[in-house]
């Protein structure tokens, strides 16, 4: 009995519990996942994502001098198996949860992100520039490598040019 | 002001809504009960309430990816809904088919057969997102009343 006014009291000193959300701002969980968003500055093309998509929401095409990748927003089911997979982390979801549209919208809600492909400046191969923060994993500890000039370097030469260099290294 | 105008203007007050599943796994059924049933997301507040007769709605909210053995089912039940009537498509199912997308036992998507008003993708959609799209509906409902609030 005692326990039930307390209750009673508490919810007329706190008002209603209804959200005022179309009037008012509500609450978000910080977990909330929305809106897929894809950093071109990372993505290198490597279709891991659209091999693992559960909907089929994700499309890249690749082509002589670039990649584009593509998430159709209305196929996205949200499960974030593209986050967990992408070896980059170049997919992230946004807690945008606004996803009330009209039907003339249907079709422009999608994420698209293109990355150009540069000459490599040793061959001249048409190659994907590597990131400077993949660079920087890659030869952790190398002091005599001049990272900022092997992202324009494209993978067949860099290998040779780390043949090269790991040559005189070997132990006898 | 003749009983025309003046039925339509009151009726503004109360858009009902009506529930087709369309083959859904229950998710988005779960969240439209949540959005009508539960204090915290009061959808009667904007003057909607669930009614159990076609004939009643105006609002239509469609769940599911519109499965083969259900579609000439539902067709039946949306074409008693009464004009000026919106479709409102819950869910990534009868918008896209989802992950159900191109399955064998799917005819969707649900504009195929159905035109769409308004649509609210998710896996499944969040009540507030619910909110917004009955919010959406309730609009374009006013607008092809002919009456503006």
Known sequence: MASYLKILLRNLIQGPSTDPFPAGPTFEPDSIRGKIRIDPELCMGCGICVHNCVSNALHLERREDGHTLTCWDNLCCRCATCVMFCPMKAITLLPDWHTAHYQDDKYARIEQKSVTYEPCSVCGKKMRPVPAALLKKLYAGKTDVDAERLTHVCPDCRQLEDSKRNIGQLPA | ?149
């Not at chain 2, 529930?19 to 969240?31: L, Q």
């Not at chain 2, 009508?36 to 990816?65: F, K, M, N, W």
């Not at chain 2, 004009?83 to 064998?104: D, N």
């Not at chain 2, 769409?116 to 969040?126: A, I, T």
Request: charged share 25%.
């Open chain 2, 1 to 149: 002001m003749d009983f025309d105008k003046l039925l339509k203007k009151k009726s503004v007050l109360s858009p009902w809504l009506f529930r087709i599943n369309a083959g859904s796994c229950n998710g988005c059924d779960v969240e439209l009960a949540t959005t009508a049933l539960i204090p915290r997301y009061d959808v009667e507040r904007l003057g909607c309430h669930y009614t159990g007769s076609p004939r009643q709605a105006d609002v239509v909210l469609i769940t599911g990816p519109l499965t083969r053995r259900i579609r000439d089912k539902v067709l039946r039940v949306w074409e008693e809904i009464p004009q000026p009537k919106i479709t409102v498509a819950v869910g990534l199912c009868p918008i896209s088919g989802g992950v159900f997308r191109e399955g064998y036992a799917i005819d969707g998507p649900l504009d195929k057969y159905i035109p769409v008003d308004v649509n609210v993708p998710g896996c499944p959609p969040r009540p507030q997102a619910i909110m917004e799209a009955v919010v959406l509906a309730r609009q374009l409902w006013l607008k092809k009343l002919g009456v503006e609030e």
